[in-house]
């Protein structure tokens, strides 16, 4: 197995030569003139495009999840080994979440039923 150094992880580039015996742009001499141009940050644009690109495909699994366990049908909420088989698969396809439960919903219903006496029409 190949050893990445430090800086071919950070940079997303191989500090290597081709097969073709064509030596690449040693990795070092490349973050010197970029550093030397003001550029040092391209450097990492690709990781980090890497990076926001899973924290956003993760965030939108995590909120749907979510969803999932506070929709206001109880018996619809999947159970906890449901969430962790969610939350370790990547290939688990998930449902589409019904609305949530509100808790200001559930209260104003709570008092509008208390306040409002039992034989009277409204």
């Given amino acids: 197995m190949e050893k990445l150094s430090l800086d ?4 997303g580039r191989k500090n290597s030569s081709s097969d073709h015996g064509e030596v690449q742009e040693c990795l070092l001499t490349s973050t010197w003139d970029s550093w030397n141009q003001g550029r040092a ?19 939108d699994i995590y909120v749907h999840i979510g969803l999932l366990c506070v929709q206001e049908n109880v018996e619809d909420r ?4 449901s969430v962790i088989m969610m939350l370790s698969s990547n290939s688990f396809i998930l449902p589409v979440p019904s609305r949530p439960a509100y808790f200001i919903h559930s209260i104003h219903a709570y008092y509008n039923k208390s306040l409002v006496p039992q034989n009277s029409k409204i």
């Fill in 41 to 59: 940050v391209n450097l990492l644009v690709p990781v980090l495009t890497r990076f926001l690109q899973e924290v956003m495909r993760l965030s």
């Fill in 8 to 11: 071919d992880i950070i940079t």
């Fill in 78 to 81: 999947p159970i906890m080994d």
